[in-house]
Structures are given as structure tokens and as C-alpha cells.
């Protein structure tokens, strides 16, 4: 926190600030921060902090902290780090403190490097007495510029331009008063803290405290490390104290002058000078001097200091006395301060983190499902998706499933188990008994598969593994066992979490909301297990929210905004009577819509009167932050919160330009969710990221490869080798393994792909026999003919035995695939490609 050079700092931004792409960000800051105020404070500020920072600003940063975190002062892999935020700083006293501090996004003195050790939690964490700054006042209009009117942000071509104006502090503002120091704030960091011999960084002022706990510098490693740099720093005092400034410069890096290199390993200099100054302090007072002993004079004061006969004897003594307080023998009595106890993180949002989050999930007996088993990982790689360039609030880390498949493979069956488990045994039983579940009804039957002869299984399981909180601590288990027995079954289950379960939501494809406000315990997920339940309307909640504070309702809409799709701008939503229905107060959506001609009509429309697909987005996500938000949390808080939301036929209700978007936009408006949806629909594909799509293939089991397991003739796989499948069109998609369509123009193509096969072979009896039309009527004959032409379309000329065998193996194909496994798919499929391969080698030899 001590060593950072500010000089001239005003003066020589790197490069990048002047790129076009910060051009760009900045043109939507102003866009942005030019709205109206009511359609600005339903708007989530613009993600502009998700551009990539410029290798030259890292570079930049090293060279101002000799390669250290500016915080820590440790050597470490280090980032670029905001010291304000760039929005949503915490806590936040009002809603309209959310945009803080977007205006300082792209000024240079407000950039650090940290270490990821370092970087508080939550990240926009920046703590203020009294109230913050706002956004600075708009200039007038620009006419002469060509790069817009920006909001006293910097511009392309002066890359020097900053908004802090000249000689002014970058931790520090005239609006307000900042309480975490920022790196190099200060000329007399001992006045801010104290250094002990066992490496403890003692906070001596409320600034110092809330600066130790946020950036967690009493680290037991962090501790322990400064401890080895005191220490060698007394051990070198000890042994030459007439060389003090030689330890000086080793242990700090200051220096004379500039012709003296910085020392190679330099770690934890401010922490050395803390030492280093307490050491002289009482060296001077032992020799009835005074000394300037700040960081720009503490240097010149020692080499003069080493010219005094005495200083060598009042040094010695020092650091005997220095080492006696440390130990707690100094001849007072009194002990040296404790170091400060680790405190958990300034975080209002902990709470709601410490929900766990889902890494493995594993069926059994399921219903149809007798063996799956999923993956998902911890987090989404921030550096490469793309989703981080179009989200705001915090990047969205959570993972994202989408399972695919027929109907009656069990995708549904997979959303029912995890949200058992996830349930306790209270939220179960009052579900169970609401929508007539019984753990009977869950346990695989094979009849159902068929298999007749067998009898249902016992029992059904699912068992959860979350992701650990620590890396050192290995996963925690959820599990749950439905059993059978004459009077319908129980339910058994394991929990070893340390912590609070998942906040569950659990929707089916029927998200249409009713008239009625609904306070029932299950409401958040009882539609997923019983189709003709509705939610709950979200008209009264979102009246009852304005009244208690608008400001939580812009918050709403504010999420809303990612995933609503209209014809036309969408503006506000708010709170007004409606004459139409005795005054009552209603939510109304005001939106632009184009007319002919470029003209635009504004339009007011009651939410209850929307679309069904509109008020299935509306239902849905109005009801899981009403859900988050039950025990008192804010609407941020709500929408930060480790969530677990499942939905059934995710495309229900939407038009295809909503299903294009809705998966991201849920993400973008809950970015701490982790999603598991279904869907049929090959536009929900789009914006998935590989890993995040599986499919479930129901199929024909091998007899040959049963051993003594059970038997039944069909079973469920899990599929999701798909490749590349971001780069497939939406036929592609359709006729990939994903969904596995012969064709997507005529839907008797399937059936008549069927048929091929069979139809060859009989064919081919018929010609051995010489009359090659016996047994084949006019409309297979034709049917025949359409698939001779369509394979020979793609072979060269007059090669009609070497068609004829592409034909048969490609017939055979059709005819099986959906009848196999992935493996022996994948099997068949190769031995096909070879196959026709061998047909043309031999052709062209």
C-alpha cells in the first residue's frame, strides 16, 4: 500500500486509452448517462469494464510498483484493478448509486495492479463517508468534434486527457471522502500503520483498518513473509550499522539516485520501511535528534545519520529494545500489539454466496433414467467468453446446461430429481403432498422400456456434489433415495453441506401467471411437477415493490431489460392507476415503436395485457427474485445470489427472436445462477458455449452387451460429444446428432428414409430373381427412385454398381442410427464413411 510512484502520472496514459475500442466504450457512457433519468435508473449501466485492458496499461502499472501488487507488495501474477469501481459500488446506500463510478472507468490514475489474493469481495466494494459522487455535469454539445460529446472522458487523439483534472490525488475526490487508502497515498504511511517484528500490519486509524480487512493484508502467508523481510532487515542492521542505508535500499529499493537498479526479489518494501522507521525513530530519540523520515527523506536523513559517531551505538540499541517490545519483555511491561485476526470480507452479498453451487449430478432408477451422470464446471473462463462482453452487474460465473432431446428421454425427469435433493425434507413432504408425489411414482419401472418381465426397482437416486468453497476442500454431497414400499414409498436422504442448500426455482413449460398473488411454500417450483399450476401474478408484487421503494422496481426492470424482446424500444415500466378498473394502481411498459416514414409513436400498455410470451418471461423472473428477495435482501443482493434455477422447454411461449436471446439474457440478469434448462428447439442452441449442451438418446440396448445387470430393451445415454456445433446453421443443427432429423423440408422423409433399407433388399431379391419390380408397388418404386437420384446427385457419371452400393450403405445408416447408442452411432457411422470410401478408391484405380 506504501510504494507507488504517481509522478507525472497525468501525463503519460498508455496508448490504449486512446484506442478506438475505448473510443467506442466511452461513446456508450455518454449514450448511457444521456438517458432520461427514469429510463437511465432502469437500465443497467453499460458493461464497458468488460474490454480487455491493454498489455501496455499492465506494464504500465509494473513499472510504477517495481513489478509488485500495488496492495500486498508481494511478487505475484498481477491485473489491472480499478481502485472505484467502475458501477454497482457497495453498499449502496440509494438505487442511483449503482452507476458509480461509471464516468471513471477509463481514467488512468484510478488503475492498480493487484494480485488475485488481493482483489476484495464483492469487487465493487468501495466504502465512502457520507454521501457519493454522481456523475459530472454534463458539457454542452460539441459541434466541432467529431468524436461526440463525452462526458469529460478522454478522446482519441489526447491520449493525456484524463477526468481528474490537474494535481489532483487519484484515490481522492472533492464530492466525497474515500476510506480505503489507495496505493502511494500517502507521504506518512506511519501514521497510518505500524509494522511488528512478527510481520502483523497494525491499522492505526478507522482508514487503515477498513484497508487491511478489504484487501485481506492480515493474510496468515501474507503475515508470515513480511515476518522473513523484518527479520533479514534487523539481522543486516545488526551486522553493519554503519551501512544502514545499504539495508535501506536492499530491503526497500529507495535509493540515492537513479543509477542504483531496484534489487532483484524486492518484496514487501512499505512494510521494510515501516520497520526501518520505527528503528530510526528511536535511534534519533536515544540521540535527542530530529530527522525527516518520510518516504522522499528517510534516505537522505540515514546517510546522514551514518556520519555521526553515535549512530551505530543508538541503532544497536534500538533494535534490542525493538525486538524486547515485539516479544512483550520491553522493561514497561507492555506487550506488543496482537496482529489483527483475518476478518471475513466487506461482503453484503456473502450470505447469498454461501449457497453452493452444483459440480457433479448422478441418477439412478430415476424414472426412465437408470444410469446419468453431469458435469458442470466450477466457473465459466472469464477470459474467452463472450458472454462477459455483452453482461453487466458482475460477470456471469456461474455454468449453464442445456439438455436436448426427445420426448419421453427424460430430460424433464432430470430437473424433478435435482429439485428433490436440492429441497430439505420440510419444502419436500408439503410439495409431495400438494401435487400428489410419491416416491412410488419415481423409481424406474422397465415395463415401461420394454421390458415386461421385470419388476420396478426398489429404489431411485440422486446425489448432488457441490463445488468446495476452499480448493483444499473436496466436494460436499447432497443425495437422495426414493424408496418403494406398500403404502407409496419414502424418502431418504444424505446432507453433509456445512452450509445453507441452494435456493431453488423450478419451472415447467406452462410459466403462464394467473390472477391470484400466491403465497404457497411450493409456488417457486410446483409447476415443474404439475402442469396445470400457474405463478403467481407479478402485477401486485411489482405495485407493492414501487410502493415500498421505486427505486427496488428500476432494479427489476433493470433485469427485466435483458430479456425482454419487443417490437419497438422499450423505455420504462411503472406504477399508475388504470380508470378502466376503479383507479386500481397497475404495472404499464412504455415503449417507441417506428411508423412509416421514420415517424415514431410512443405507446402505454398495461403488463397484464402483453403477450403470453412477454408475461411468461415476466412470471418467471419477477418470481425468482420475489423468492431471493423474501428474507429482506436487496434487488442487487437478489440478483448476485448463487441460485439454482431449472426450467422445462425453455423456448415455451416465445417468439424465435426471443428464443435466439433468452438464455443469455437469463444470465446476464441473474449472473450468479446456474441454469439447468430443456429445450426441443435448435435456436435455444445459440449462444451456448461447448460443455453446455447434452442430449439424451433413448435407445435399443445391445443384448450382447448386458452381463448380469439388468436387461430392458431401451435405455437412456447421455450424449454430448458435439464438436464444433457453434458453427453449424440451424438445418445443421437439426440433421446433427443433436436432434437428428433426415431432413427439415418434408417431415415424411423420416419415415420414408425408414424404409429405404428395407425396400433395397427387397429389390435386390427381386432382380436375382429377374423381374426387378416383383413385390415393390408404384409409390415404393417412386420412393426408390427419389433416393437413387438424390445419392447419385453426388457421384460422378456412369458408375451405377459403385451407386448402388453407396446407396444400400447409406440406407442402412439412415435406418439404425436412431436406434443405437452414441458409441455404436459414432461406430456405424465411421464404418459407413469407410465404406463408401473403399466404393470410390476402387472406382478411380
Not at 435405455?715 to 431432413?743: K, N, Y
Request: proline content about 8%.
Amino acid at each position: 500500500m506504501i510504494f507507488f510512484d504517481h509522478a507525472d502520472r497525468e501525463r503519460d496514459a498508455p496508448e490504449w486509452f486512446a484506442s478506438r475500442e475505448v473510443e467506442e466504450a466511452l461513446r456508450q457512457i455518454d449514450t448511457f448517462l444521456s438517458l432520461g433519468a427514469r429510463e437511465r435508473a432502469q437500465t443497467d449501466p453499460p458493461p464497458v469494464w468488460k474490454l480487455p485492458v491493454g498489455r501496455d496499461v499492465l506494464d504500465a502499472l509494473e513499472h510504477r510498483s517495481m513489478g509488485l501488487c500495488a496492495f500486498c507488495e508481494q511478487r505475484a501474477r498481477l491485473g489491472a484493478w480499478r481502485f472505484r469501481p467502475p458501477a454497482h459500488a457497495m453498499p449502496m446506500a440509494a438505487p442511483d448509486e449503482r452507476i458509480a463510478y461509471l464516468w471513471r472507468s477509463f481514467e488512468w490514475p484510478n488503475f492498480f495492479p493487484i494480485c488475485r489474493d488481493c482483489t476484495p469481495s464483492p469487487q465493487t466494494y468501495f466504502p465512502v463517508d457520507g454521501p457519493r459522487e454522481g456523475p459530472p455535469p454534463r458539457p454542452a454539445p460539441d459541434k466541432s468534434s467529431s468524436t461526440g460529446s463525452f462526458w469529460r472522458l478522454p478522446l482519441s487523439g489526447d491520449v493525456h486527457q484524463t477526468i481528474i483534472g490537474p494535481g489532483q490525488a487519484p484515490g481522492r475526490s472533492p464530492d466525497e471522502e474515500a476510506i480505503l487508502y489507495h496505493p502511494g497515498e500517502s507521504a506518512q504511511p506511519a501514521s497510518a500503520f505500524r509494522a511488528t517484528l512478527d510481520g502483523a500490519l497494525i491499522p492505526l486509524n478507522r482508514r487503515a483498518r477498513e484497508t487491511v480487512k478489504t484487501y485481506r493484508l492480515d493474510r496468515a502467508e501474507l503475515v508470515a513473509a513480511r515476518s522473513r523481510v523484518a527479520r533479514e532487515l534487523l539481522l543486516r542492521l545488526e551486522k553493519t550499522p554503519d551501512r544502514a542505508s545499504e539495508s535501506l535500499h536492499r530491503l526497500t529499493g529507495l535509493r540515492t539516485d537513479e543509477a542504483h537498479p531496484i534489487p532483484e526479489g524486492l518484496q514487501f518494501p512499505g512494510f521494510a520501511y515501516l520497520v526501518f522507521r520505527q528503528l530510526l525513530a528511536d535511534a534519533l530519540g536515544r540521540m535527542g535528534l530530529e530527522r525527516p523520515l518520510s518516504l522522499s527523506q528517510i534516505m537522505r536523513s540515514t546517510l546522514s545519520l551514518e556520519r555521526d559517531v553515535d549512530f551505530p551505538r543508538a541503532l544497536t540499541e534500538s533494535l534490542a529494545a525493538f525486538q524486547a517490545e515485539d516479544e512483550g519483555t520491553a522493561g514497561t511491561g507492555e506487550q506488543a500489539p496482537e496482529a489483527p485476526q483475518p476478518a471475513p470480507p466487506p461482503d453484503d452479498t456473502a450470505a447469498r454466496r454461501a449457497h453452493p453451487r452444483i459440480a457433479q449430478i448422478a441418477l439412478r432408477d430415476f424414472k426412465s433414467l437408470e444410469a446419468i451422470d453431469l458435469k458442470l464446471p466450477a466457473a465459466l473462463d472469464t477470459e474467452s467468453d463472450e458472454i462477459l462482453t455483452e453482461t453487466s452487474m458482475e460477470p456471469p460465473s456461474a455454468p449453464c446446461l442445456l439438455i436436448l432431446g426427445e420426448n419421453a428421454t427424460g430430460k424433464s425427469s432430470i430437473l424433478e430429481g435435482v429439485a428433490l435433493a436440492c429441497l430439505d425434507a420440510p419444502a419436500r413432504a408439503a410439495l409431495a403432498e400438494s401435487v400428489g408425489l410419491s416416491p412410488r411414482r419415481l423409481t424406474l419401472d422397465p415395463r415401461y422400456m420394454g421390458a415386461p418381465e421385470q419388476e420396478p426397482r426398489d429404489r431411485a437416486s440422486v446425489e448432488i456434489v457441490f463445488h468446495p468453497e476452499e480448493p483444499d476442500e473436496t466436494g460436499r454431497h447432497l443425495a437422495l433415495t426414493a424408496r418403494r414400499d406398500a403404502r407409496g414409498g419414502v424418502f431418504d436422504e444424505r446432507d453433509d453441506l456445512p452450509g445453507p442448500r441452494p435456493f431453488v426455482f423450478a419451472y415447467g413449460p406452462n410459466r403462464i401467471y394467473g390472477s391470484e398473488t400466491l403465497d404457497t411454500p411450493w409456488r417457486h417450483y410446483d409447476t415443474l411437477f404439475e402442469s396445470g399450476r400457474r405463478l403467481s401474478n407479478p402485477e401486485a408484487w411489482l405495485v407493492e415493490l414501487a410502493q415500498r421503494d421505486d427505486g427496488a422496481l428500476d432494479m427489476v426492470v433493470a433485469a427485466l431489460r435483458h430479456i425482454i424482446q419487443i417490437d419497438g424500444r422499450f423505455e420504462t415500466i411503472d406504477i399508475a392507476p388504470d380508470p378502466l378498473e376503479g383507479d386500481a394502481l397497475c404495472a404499464w411498459i412504455h415503449l417507441t415503436r417506428n411508423g412509416p416514414e421514420g415517424r415514431k409513436s410512443s405507446v402505454r400498455q398495461r403488463l397484464a395485457f402483453a403477450s403470453s410470451g412477454y408475461r411468461a418471461v415476466l412470471a418467471l423472473v419477477c418470481d425468482v427474485l420475489q423468492g431471493l428477495m423474501a428474507d429482506g435482501a436487496s434487488v442487487y443482493e437478489a440478483r448476485t445470489s448463487n441460485a439454482l434455477v431449472l426450467i422445462d422447454e425453455i423456448e415455451a411461449h416465445l417468439h424465435p427472436r426471443w428464443k435466439l436471446q433468452i438464455i443469455s439474457g437469463l444470465r446476464r440478469a441473474l449472473p450468479r445462477a446456474t441454469f439447468l434448462l430443456t429445450s426441443h428447439d435448435p435456436l435455444c442452441v445459440r449462444g451456448m458455449r461447448p460443455g453446455e449442451v447434452l442430449m439424451l438418446n433413448r435407445h435399443l440396448r445391445d443384448p450382447d452387451a448386458v452381463d448380469d445387470g439388468p436387461s430392458e430393451m431401451e435405455v437412456v445415454e447421455r450424449v454430448s460429444d458435439f464438436g464444433a456445433f457453434e458453427r453449424l446453421t440451424i438445418e445443421q443443427l437439426l440433421t446433427s446428432d443433436m436432434f437428428q432429423l433426415v431432413s427439415v423440408d418434408d417431415p415424411r422423409a423420416e419415415r420414408r428414409y425408414a424404409e429405404v433399407a428395407r425396400l433395397l433388399g427387397q429389390q435386390a431379391k427381386a432382380e436375382a430373381s429377374g423381374n426387378p419390380d416383383a413385390g415393390l408397388t408404384a409409390i415404393e418404386r417412386d420412393q426408390l427412385r427419389a433416393f437413387h437420384e438424390e445419392v447419385a446427385e453426388g457421384m460422378p457419371a456412369g458408375v451405377s454398381e459403385v451407386t448402388t452400393l453407396v446407396q444400400k450403405a447409406v440406407a442402412d445408416f439412415l435406418r439404425d442410427r436412431r436406434t443405437l447408442d452414441a458409441t455404436a452411432r459414432r461406430e456405424r457411422r465411421e464404418a459407413v464413411e469407410q465404406e463408401i470410401r473403399s466404393f470410390l478408391e476402387e472406382l478411380l484405380r
